[in-house]
C-alpha cells in the first residue's frame, strides 16, 4: 500500500496541472446527462394515427369523435382518415403512419347488443416509447363507445387489441 500511493500522488498531480482533462471530466458528464436525457425522455408528439372505420354507426362516430378530439389536447395525435386496413397496415410498416385504429364491421351492433366488442390497434412496435403512449391514449378514445346506461349484468367494456407489426428482441440476449 505505501508503494502505491506515490504512483496516486503523481496521477492526481498531472490531472491537476492538465487544464483541458480537468474540463473535459467535469464538462462531459453534464453534457451526456444533457444528450441522453433529451434522447429517451424527450415529450412525444405529432403522432399520425390512422383511423379506419368500415362500421358508420354511431359508436364507432363517438370512438372517431375521441380519436379526433386527443388531437386538440396536445397536438399529440394526428388522425388520418383511411378507407380499408390494407393500406393502413401498409402505412404503419413503412412509418408513415405510428399506428392505426380499425373499427371493425357491426362494431356499433356489438356495443349495443351488450356484447364485448373489440376494436383493433395496429403498433409500429420499434419504438416501445410511442407505442405505450399510442396504447394508453387510444384504448381511452376507444372506450368512448360503451353504452351509457348499460342493462345490469351486462359487460359494457369496450376494448382495444394491439398488434405489433415486428418482434420483440430483448438486448440482454
Known amino acids: 500500500m505505501q508503494r502505491a500511493i506515490p504512483i496516486v500522488e503523481r496521477e492526481l498531480r498531472k490531472f491537476i496541472r492538465t487544464p483541458a482533462l480537468l474540463v473535459m471530466t467535469l464538462v462531459m ?3 451526456n446527462l444533457v444528450v ?3 434522447a429517451f425522455g424527450g415529450h412525444v ?4 394515427v390512422a383511423v379506419v372505420d368500415e362500421d358508420g354507426g354511431p359508436a ?3 370512438v372517431r369523435e375521441a380519436v379526433y378530439a386527443l388531437q386538440m389536447n396536445g397536438d399529440v395525435i394526428r388522425p388520418v382518415g383511411y378507407d380499408d386496413e390494407e393500406s393502413a397496415a401498409r402505412d ?5 403512419v405510428q399506428g392505426a385504429v380499425i373499427i371493425p364491421p357491426a362494431f356499433s351492433r356489438h356495443v349495443y347488443a351488450g356484447e364485448a366488442p373489440h376494436a383493433g390497434l395496429l403498433l409500429d412496435n420499434t419504438d416501445a416509447v410511442v407505442s405505450g403512449t ?3 391514449l387510444l384504448t381511452g378514445a376507444v372506450q368512448k363507445a360503451e353504452r351509457d346506461e348499460p342493462p345490469p349484468r351486462m359487460i359494457k367494456a369496450v376494448t382495444l387489441d394491439p398488434v405489433e407489426l415486428f418482434p420483440f428482441v430483448p438486448y440482454m440476449r
Request: proline letters at 5%; a positive charge.
Open 36 to 38: 441522453l436525457g433529451n
Open 92 to 96: 404503419v410498416r413503412d412509418g408513415v
Open 45 to 48: 408528439r405529432h403522432l399520425n
Open 134 to 136: 399510442l396504447q394508453g
Open 60 to 62: 364507432a362516430r363517438r
Open 29 to 31: 458528464p453534464v453534457l
